[in-house]
């Protein structure tokens, strides 16, 4: 992908887009490792398992949702 450092967030990033290409039930973090370039041992080291990392998109897209829909409110 780049040479930027591996953050939670270029992860985060990198699962969003395996997730809207595999979906839900196929995608792996083992794709999600293929997309950046690295072991998958080296997303657990971020994130502790598939549920943690799937459950971390999930809060930011909520979070990226709700907080304009707040201000509307």
């Known amino acids: 992908m780049n040479d930027s450092p591996l953050t939670p967030e ?36 971020h994130f502790p398992s598939k549920a943690a990392l799937r459950d971390a998109v ?3 897209w909520l979070h990226r949702v709700s907080t304009p829909l707040a201000a509307i409110a």
């Open 10 to 45: 270029r992860i985060l990033d990198a699962a969003e887009d395996v997730l809207r290409r595999y979906g839900l039930a196929k995608a792996t973090v083992v794709d999600v490792a293929r997309f950046l370039e690295v072991s998958h041992g080296t997303i657990y080291r």
């Open 58 to 60: 999930a809060e930011r």
